[in-house]
Every structure is written in structure tokens, then in C-alpha cells.
């Protein structure tokens, strides 16, 4: 069958096999729209789309999103036992290359861009990305076996396989050094500390830190310590003394400020102000934020917010808290940042309710219902849900929050047992609890007919041998 479908394929199309063999599972459109342009400049997009949608039609592949298709595996094995064998050599080694160029191209745009793309490619195309590495080690193409180790490497530390980073990194350490690439090594080292932070191997991120500052200093690139300075306090907390933690935290300070810049300035108070009492606290963050509007940066100027406001929740000032979080608001909505804003939502909600304005605590939390409806939610499901049934039970309206407390816990699964449904449960008894006699028995009767459970055992007991305090 696979046989009949290829060889119907145009004599244009066909060459596009040999590369299409080289990925496993998915392959997106672009990626093989880059390597046929890197072979022959004429190629065209429709031609590839012609490719996937003959392939499509005759089952070999689906598409899966957007411009991504699922490859059939046997089509795959098909195509690596006989279109590969039947390709020239000097042809299939032009297109491996281009594979290689193309994956190290898209890797590149992954170390870029690390946490704000919108799907992990390595996801997705782990298994390409594997194979261009091996091939780029293979014919020994350094840049790009380079990007692509550099790349997998990150990948292996996001996904918490810490021993293949570590390796993979130290191999790449290694080759920089042999090669007297000093800044590169220097690099390097950061992230084989930063890796065995994240393994909590402390004493080995310190001494991995120590080594890259010392390489840097070689250099003469004292803008690069400031952040080295921020994760050697990081590891003096956690391994001997705050003391010490603060010296490093004011090193980094120093030699920001020296080298001229503001946003790693910035950063050094925000690591100081951790340390710090409420009220230093909110000094520091301030100063951290007067440095980001100078240098204009937007994602800086949430981190401060963001801060500023978590500090003034701590200090019950619950005025400044919802001044903070109105002034992320207009950053998001230009963003269309959606989840950013329905959690922002929910922090206004519970800064009015802090300050006793419920009326515009529950216009926040019904915003923040009608925004999770908006990304294709079920609005019952919301962590809003049990703030507006917090906020009707401070107004005794014990009904009307034992509804909303009901519709969440069904909506999170009918009581599978995770931490907020329990939680919820635990509020909807303390409405049992605090409710008068006629909204006590219709509360029970909503209960039961939702099939939530049992109620505590002190339920069935008389009014005057109930517990006189809720626990």
C-alpha cells in the first residue's frame, strides 16, 4: 500500500521522502519547508503542503495542530529502509546537513526564547532534535552539534532529568575549554551550577558559581557577576548564614550599579528585600521598581508590581495591595495575557474583601469567572468560586455560599480528594456550622442531593451538644 501511495507522488515531491524520513512521529511543515529551501531555493510551500495532504488522504499521516502532522510509524520505517537506500549518498548527505541546519535554527530560537515561547518544541520534536545532534556529531558540523547539545541540555534540566543535563553540559564545558573558548566556558559553568541548584545539591551549585566568577574576572566581564553574586547569596542562605547571604546580595548591588546597569541593580534590591523585614521590604522593592521605570522595561515593571503588592498584602495594607495589582492590569489586557489577568483579578477580589468593600470584591470575582468562561473553562471551577462563597458567608448569606461551594466541588471532580476540594468541603461545614436552623436544613438537603459525602458526625447530634466552636 505504501508502495502505491509513493509512487504516485509527482517526481517533485518525491525527493522531499528523504528528508521527511528523518523525523520521528511529528514533523512540522515549516521544518521541512526550511530544509527543502536550504537544498533548493525554488522549492515552494505548496509543495510540501501537496506532500502532507497526499500522505493524509491515504492514512499515512493526520494532521495534528496547526502546521504540525503525525507521521504514520510505519510510513517512517518505510521510508528509512527503502527511500533512503535508494537516495544517492552525495544527495542524502546534502539533506541531512540541512536537517542538522534547520534543527540547530530551531533550537537557537529555543535558547532565545526559553520560557515565553508558546509550546516547547523539544515536546514535540524531541526525537529530530536527537537525531540532528547525532548527525551534526557525525559529520562534524561544531556550531550546530553546539546549539543543539546546548539546547538538549536545557531541555534534560526542565524536565528534571538532572544527571543527562549535567552531562551533557559538562561535555560541552570540556570542548570549550580543550578550545581556549574562555567566555564560552565561563557560561557554561553558570549552568552546571544552575543545574545542581535545581538537583538542591547546594555545596556543588556554590563551587560550580565560585569557578564561573573566577573565569569572568579572567575575562575582565564584570557585567556578567552581578547575577553569579545573586545565586552564590542564594546558596549562602540556604548552606550557612543570612550575614553572609546579604554580603553577596550587596556585591551584586555594587558592581551592578558600577557597570551601569539598572535592571540587574534592580534585581539585587528585589534579592535583598527577601531578607528583609515588611517595611525594608517595601523600601528595597521601591527603589527596584524606580530603577526599571528608568530603564523602561515592561516585564521588569510587572516583577515590581508584583512584589510591591505581595508586601502589601503581608502588612494587611490591603489599599496599596490593590494599587499594585490595578497597575498590572493595563499590561496584561495589552498582552491579552488571560490567565495573568483572571489571577489578578482574583488578587483585587481578595485585596477589597481585605479592606471590607464587598460589593467590589464580588464584581472582581465575577470578573475573574467571566474571564476563565473566556479561555473555555467551566466557570464553576474557578478558585473564585470559593472566594465569592467566602465573601456571601461574611455576609451571613450561609445559602448562597453553600450553592457556590457545591457547584466547585462538583465541577473539580465530584470530591477526588485534592487539596482545594477538601478545603471547599471544609467551608461548606462551617456554613453548616454557622447557619441558622431553616438555612442549616436546606443546606443539608442541597448536600445530599449533590451526593457530596457524609456530613461531620456532630451534624446529627442536638443543637446544644454541637461543638461550640468550629475547628
Not at 502546521?67 to 527511500?83: D, G, K, S, V, W
Not at 537525531?131 to 536545557?154: F, K, P, V
Not at 493595563?330 to 481578595?350: K, V
Not at 455560599?401 to 478545603?423: K, Q
Request: charged fraction near 30%; glycine fraction near 6%; aromatic fraction near 10%.
Amino acid at each position: 500500500m505504501v508502495e502505491s501511495v509513493l509512487d504516485r507522488l509527482s517526481p517533485e515531491l518525491l525527493p522531499l521522502l528523504v528528508p521527511l524520513s528523518l523525523f520521528q512521529g511529528r514533523v512540522s511543515i515549516g521544518h521541512l519547508e526550511g530544509m527543502a529551501r536550504g537544498v533548493d531555493a525554488t522549492r515552494t510551500r505548496s509543495q510540501v503542503e501537496c506532500l502532507f495532504q497526499t500522505l493524509c488522504d491515504a492514512g499515512l499521516a493526520a494532521e495534528w495542530e496547526g502546521p504540525i502532522y503525525q507521521i504514520h510509524p510505519f510510513l517512517t520505517e518505510h521510508l528509512r529502509t527503502r527511500a533512503l537506500r535508494r537516495s544517492y549518498e552525495e544527495e542524502r548527505e546534502i539533506w541531512v546537513r540541512s536537517f542538522t541546519r534547520t534543527m540547530a535554527m530551531f533550537a537557537t530560537d529555543r535558547l532565545l526564547h526559553p520560557l515565553y515561547a508558546e509550546y516547547d518544541p523539544f515536546r514535540l520534536f524531541e526525537a529530530a532534535f536527537h537525531r540532528a545532534r547525532q548527525e551534526a556529531q557525525r559529520l562534524e558540523m561544531a556550531t550546530e552539534l553546539g546549539i543543539l547539545t546546548e539546547a538538549l541540555a536545557g531541555h534534560t534540566q526542565d524536565e528534571g532529568n538532572y544527571e543527562a543535563a549535567r552531562q551533557l553540559y559538562e561535555g560541552l564545558t570540556a570542548e570549550a575549554r580543550k578550545n581556549r573558548r574562555a567566555a564560552e566556558e565561563a557560561a557554561l559553568t553558570d549552568r552546571l551550577g544552575r543545574v545542581e541548584e535545581d538537583r538542591k545539591d547546594y555545596p556543588a551549585a556554590e563551587q560550580w558559581y565560585l569557578k564561573a566568577c573566577a573565569l569572568w574576572s579572567e575575562l575582565g566581564a564584570e557585567e556578567k557577576l552581578p547575577p553569579l553574586y545573586r545565586r552564590l547569596g542564594r546558596m549562602s542562605r540556604k548552606l550557612r548564614s543570612h550575614s553572609e547571604a546579604l554580603e553577596w546580595h550587596r556585591k551584586a548591588l555594587a558592581v551592578a550599579r558600577e557597570v551601569g546597569d539598572p535592571l540587574e541593580a534592580a534585581e539585587a534590591y528585589d534579592a535583598w528585600a527577601s531578607m528583609a523585614n515588611l517595611t525594608d521590604a517595601d523600601l528595597l522593592h521601591r527603589k527596584a521598581l524606580a530603577l526599571r521605570e528608568q530603564a523602561g522595561n515592561e516585564s521588569q515593571l510587572l516583577t515590581s508590581y508584583w512584589n510591591l503588592a505581595r508586601v502589601a498584602r503581608d502588612l494587611r495594607d490591603h489599599e496599596a495591595e490593590e494599587y499594585w495589582y490595578l497597575k498590572t492590569l493595563p499590561i496584561h489586557q495589552a498582552r491579552g495575557d488571560e490567565r495573568y489577568m483572571e489571577f489578578t483579578y482574583r488578587r483585587l477580589g481578595m485585596a477589597a474583601f481585605g479592606r471590607k468593600d464587598f460589593a467590589a470584591a464580588e464584581a472582581w470575582y465575577l470578573q475573574c469567572l467571566e474571564m476563565d468562561l473566556q479561555m473555555g473553562g467551566d466557570s464553576f471551577s474557578s478558585l473564585a468560586c470559593p472566594m465569592l462563597a467566602a465573601l456571601a458567608r461574611e455576609q451571613a448569606r450561609y445559602l448562597e455560599a453553600g450553592m457556590w461551594l457545591i457547584r466547585y466541588v462538583r465541577a473539580r471532580g465530584e470530591l477526588d480528594g485534592t487539596y482545594e476540594t477538601d478545603l471547599a468541603m471544609k467551608q461548606f461545614h462551617r456554613c453548616l456550622w454557622e447557619a441558622p436552623e431553616g438555612e442549616r436544613q436546606e443546606l443539608k438537603a442541597l448536600c445530599a442531593e449533590a451526593e457530596l459525602g457524609p456530613l461531620p458526625f456532630w451534624m446529627e447530634l442536638p443543637l446544644k451538644d454541637q461543638p461550640q466552636r468550629f475547628t
